[in-house]
């Protein structure tokens, strides 16, 4: 705990004394990712900073609801350069994708991360598997050291710490986590609208996906594993986008005595995103990811393999198979 308190008023130092800052999130970014990078950049505003907050995909359609969610946006085709660039929820520095290339320099390397694969990038860094939100850890930040703090700051740490504990769910979610949820909502924001914005507001489509989805559902290894796939001509069809999918595979985790949940989807690079959750300590998916390739969180990982959606789907199932067998 003291560590933690020692690395945020050395983070704190940083961000008071320089004045270029990119902020930036992993590719495909999630509510955590895009709710923590708005969060930490409105403090750094309200600081008198010039801040930079790019994401590979820019601002999603889903998530522009969040307050100032305008300041996100696509990294530009020419570097910058900085006097500290942070990386925000990010496993592993390629993830950042073009927002990485946009960097031509950066005095500091800031790297605050939840995620357990986490190699420890950067200058300074702050990973803490224990949060189960990278937003929990930039909460603590701005708390501790005393950082600029309002409503549109809470709004945004609330969507991102909901997200990312599956509606505060998950096995991470602590008395902590509902105590800063507390803060959050006296600090103004009304949590029955954005509730509704974040889980009552998805566009047809995404039911429509689901109903394809829930067509190629198979069950394996003694029904402890449940799969779905989607192929590039299905999404065409149904003009869906990446965002769409996201918590779709909670369907699948969510059924009685399933352990493992998969969820397969082709990419136009010749490769297949594969999407894991488990819903046992004992099947670590972060550790079947980073097989190939990927990475993640005990419970909630992910990687990109090479491969048509059949031959990767192929793969992945024995592998999880083996893991399985070894522990049963
Ligand atoms: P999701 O299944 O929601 O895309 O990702 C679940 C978790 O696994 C997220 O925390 C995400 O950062 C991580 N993850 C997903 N895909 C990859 C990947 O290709 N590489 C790494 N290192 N982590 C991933
Ligand atoms: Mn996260």
Not at 32 to 37: E, T
Not at 272 to 292: G, L, P, T
């Amino acid at each position: 705990m003291s560590s933690a308190r020692s690395k945020f008023e050395e983070i704190g130092r940083i961000l008071r004394a320089h004045q270029r800052f990119a902020v930036m999130s992993h590719v495909r970014p999630d509510g955590d990712a895009l709710g923590s990078q708005l969060a930490l950049s409105l403090s750094l505003q309200q600081l008198g900073k010039d801040v930079r907050v790019w994401n590979e995909e820019g601002m999603l359609e889903k998530y522009s609801f969040l307050p100032r969610a305008e300041l996100v946006t696509k990294p530009p085709s020419t570097p910058e350069d900085f006097d500290c660039a942070i990386a925000l929820d990010t496993a592993i520095q390629n993830r950042l994708g073009t927002a990485l290339g946009a960097v031509r320099s950066a005095k500091i390397w800031i790297n605050i991360d939840h995620h357990p694969s986490n190699p420890g990038y950067g200058d300074v860094i702050h990973v803490d598997p224990d949060a189960p939100a990278t937003a929990e850890i930039i909460f603590r930040l701005i708390k501790s050291q005393s950082l600029p703090f309002n409503r549109d700051i809470a709004e945004n740490l609330y969507a991102a710490i909901s997200t990312d504990t599956g509606s505060f769910q998950y096995p991470k979610t602590s008395a902590h986590t509902f105590e800063i949820a507390a803060e959050l909502i006296r600090a103004g924001l009304d949590v029955g609208r954005l509730n509704q914005q974040l889980y009552e507001n998805y566009p047809r489509r995404r039911l429509e996906l689901l109903r394809e989805l829930l067509r190629t559902m198979r069950f394996e290894h003694g029904d402890r594993v449940a799969s779905v796939s989607l192929s590039l001509k299905t999404s065409a069809g149904l003009g869906v986008l990446p965002e769409d999918n996201e918590g779709l595979i909670d369907h699948l985790r969510a059924v009685r005595g399933v352990i493992v949940a998969v969820f397969f989807e082709e990419l136009a690079d010749g490769k297949v995103r594969v999407s894991m959750r488990s819903k046992s300590e004992v099947v670590d998916v972060s550790a079947i990811c980073q097989k190939f390739g990927g990475g993640g969180h005990t419970l909630a990982a992910g990687a990109r393999v090479p491969g048509t959606l059949a031959e990767v789907e192929k793969k992945v199932m024995e592998k999880i198979g083996n893991v399985l067998e070894s522990h049963s």
